[in-house]
């Protein structure tokens, strides 16, 4: 398990989109016996789905000082992937205040 140690000091609202992303990340984390996802880090996945929110940057920004995969890249910046219709409807109950899949 991945679960992160976070000490959040820091506003209720930015504590709140930490904690919803924190969330999405462990969702994502239980999903690969489910969806074929290729070499996508899926718990990493959930966890950058709303750093934009959380650093008050574009994705794209965020994105840029990230070294992961190109299919990360893509969900997160709102690209078609065949898998991402299970992500997004975690999201939709979840949604945080950004970095959601437009798919």
Not at 45 to 66: C, F, Q
Request: glycine fraction near 6%.
């Amino acid at each position: 398990m991945h679960w992160p140690s976070t000490n959040v000091m820091s506003t209720g609202s930015t504590a709140s989109i930490v904690l919803s992303a924190l969330m999405r990340a462990r969702f994502c984390e239980l999903l690969p016996p489910k969806i074929k996802h290729g070499e996508t880090d899926l718990f990493l996945l959930g966890l950058l789905s709303l750093m934009d929110s959380i650093l008050e940057i574009p994705m794209s920004e965020v994105l840029e000082k990230v070294p992961i995969d190109r299919e990360t890249k893509a969900v997160l910046l709102g690209e078609t992937v065949t898998w991402v219709p299970c992500i997004s409807s975690c999201w939709r109950r979840n949604p945080g205040i950004g970095g959601t899949p437009r798919n």
